[in-house]
């Protein structure tokens, strides 16, 4: 299906839900009457009957205000988006406590998963990855404070239920299998990053997408972390748990990041004294040793040495371990059959041992060529090129933020789009760090990439980043934004999308004469007309 013909929405339920596929057709409906005025293809209506039986379970996720959702900023610390929140109905509440990023990684966007957990049809608190164990306490004290409702039951007139359909191949919860074809560095020698362009065959793999959506994929923990998980409870690699071994759950199902409040509960049984009071603590959200934030499941168990806890306990104690997002860095019109991935291989140091992110340092050293893997594709939440070719695309990706705009130039370049191109591209090092160096140059050289500002943060005594590129360029940008250029960010939702919004800003103030009231409506309709979009995380 093309970008154009693709239906604007996702449905909003997903197909795991605990609804028949009537039930979740008239609730796709539902909540895209809500949120957008316009429902998915496909949806379909209950009878007026069963519409009724429905919607006394539906009060939690009524229209939600029209508030604008002040809180709905990703950079904006949690105490800040609750207050905002205040007094609000449950579903705005929920939402504020998530990271709202709408990366899509739970599988809904930020707004749809509070009303999904509000009208008791997701029972899952946990799925805000970006906003991890802080996200989770405050989903399980709003929910327990005032309750969230029950999952609808089936209408009393509805007709007998049948089996669930399963959820269409390539999605979450019917991943396809792809080929892992390689890996190679983008970085020269002398980078302080390590950052791989990934590819993978997608032959067999019933999976689709389009330039703008993101690809999930199932990792595998560390071996060797595994390892020394296993020797910290003092365990048999191949004690039981539910037909699996210990290491097989440990590798596969349990996430080793973050220790979960019910690990340190677990432990708070199994020891005593001033021990057993810092679990408590621990347990309870606190940071009684100034060291919760930098911890991981081994580094807690070693905070507590000699424990034993019973394996299949200290499973149950973590949390299960979710699929990994990644932005799509290639074009099915350029590349059919293939997609590409932009990674950053995360590698840092904490309480004297290596730390490496689990899916990429999977993908970026550990799994040989020729790899089978259990992927999906995360369709875009209203990130995507114009649906006229003809509208300029002004591209702001810093780091590996460039993966979307990488798959938007292919994309263009295929199709022969006749709109101007502009991209803003910026990392440490010119000579170590221009990743996609050669592709953008002869994409510079085709015509298809009209301009291209690059900010190097460390090749000079004052840093430059794409913000300060952007400022510089202001009266060009102004002018293409005039025309009807679409403008686009993806990277680093805490820092850097904030800085360019401000510098866009600004931009607005100097070179279209408006106050910041007026500079920030600008950009408020930009926003709503979907000239702004923005890929972060």
Not at 260 to 275: E, H, K, T, W
Request: aromatic residues 8%; proline residues 8%; hydrophobic residues 40%.
């Amino acid at each position: 299906m093309s970008l154009q013909s693709r239906p604007p929405l996702v449905p909003f339920l997903p197909e795991s839900a605990p609804f028949t596929p009537e039930q979740r057709a008239w609730l796709n409906g539902f909540f895209a009457g809500i949120f957008s005025g316009e429902a998915p293809a496909g949806a379909t209506a209950l009878s007026a009957g069963d519409a009724a039986a429905l919607m006394p379970e539906l009060k939690a996720a009524d229209a939600p205000e029209d508030d604008g959702a002040p809180w709905h900023d990703p950079a904006m610390p949690m105490a800040e988006r609750m207050a905002l929140a205040e007094g609000k109905a449950l579903p705005r509440r929920l939402m504020a406590a998530m990271a709202q990023q709408d990366c899509g990684q739970c599988g809904y966007v930020c707004e749809t998963y509070a009303a999904a957990i509000a009208a008791g049809a997701e029972p899952k608190l946990n799925l805000c990855a970006p906003g991890g164990k802080e996200t989770l306490r405050m989903l399980k004290q709003l929910t327990e404070g005032e309750g969230a409702a029950t999952a609808p039951a089936a209408p009393a007139a509805a007709a007998p239920k049948t089996e669930a359909a399963p959820a269409p191949l390539g999605t979450r919860d019917n991943p396809g299998t792809v080929t892992f074809l390689g890996r190679r560095q983008l970085n020269r020698e002398g980078s302080e990053k390590e950052t791989f362009h990934i590819d993978f065959d997608l032959e067999g793999s019933g999976l689709d997408y389009v330039a703008g959506d993101s690809f999930g994929i199932f990792p595998a923990n560390d071996p060797a972390l595994v390892d020394r998980v296993i020797a910290a409870i003092h365990a048999p690699e191949d004690f039981p748990i539910a037909g699996k071994t210990l290491r097989e759950v440990l590798t596969h199902e349990a996430c080793l990041k973050s220790p979960p409040d019910a690990l340190f509960q677990l432990v708070s049984y199994l020891v005593g004294g001033a021990r057993k009071e810092t679990a408590k603590r621990l347990a309870a959200g606190e940071d009684p040793d100034g060291d919760a934030a930098r911890l991981d499941v081994l580094a807690a168990l070693e905070k507590f040495p000699g424990i034993r806890p019973d394996p299949e306990a200290f499973v149950e104690a973590l949390e299960p371990l979710q699929p990994r997002l990644y932005s799509i860095s290639s074009s099915p019109a350029a590349t059919p059959g293939r997609l590409s991935l932009t990674v950053d291989k995360v590698r840092y140091e904490a309480f004297g041992r290596e730390r490496l992110g689990v899916a990429s340092s999977f993908l970026g050293e550990r799994i040989p060529e020729g790899t089978k893997l259990k992927a999906y594709i995360q369709k875009a939440h209203g990130f995507g090129l114009p649906q006229d070719p003809a509208k300029g695309v002004i591209m702001v990706g810093p780091g590996t933020g460039i993966a979307p705009f990488r798959a938007f130039l292919h994309e263009r370049a295929a199709t022969n789009a006749p709109g101007p191109n502009w991209l803003f591209f910026g990392h440490q090092r010119r000579d170590t760090d221009f990743f996609y160096e050669e592709e953008l140059s002869a994409f510079q050289a085709q015509g298809v990439l009209t301009r291209l500002d690059t900010a190097w943060s460390r090749d000079g005594a004052q840093k430059v980043y794409v913000q300060d590129r952007i400022r510089a360029a202001g009266a060009e940008l102004w002018d293409w934004l005039n025309a009807g250029a679409h403008f686009y960010i993806c990277g680093d939702a805490k820092r850097m999308a904030k800085d360019v919004e401000s510098a866009l800003a600004d931009v607005a103030a100097a070179h279209g004469g408006l106050g910041p009231h007026a500079a920030a409506t600008f950009l408020a309709d930009l926003k709503k007309a979907g000239r702004f979009q923005a890929d972060v995380y």
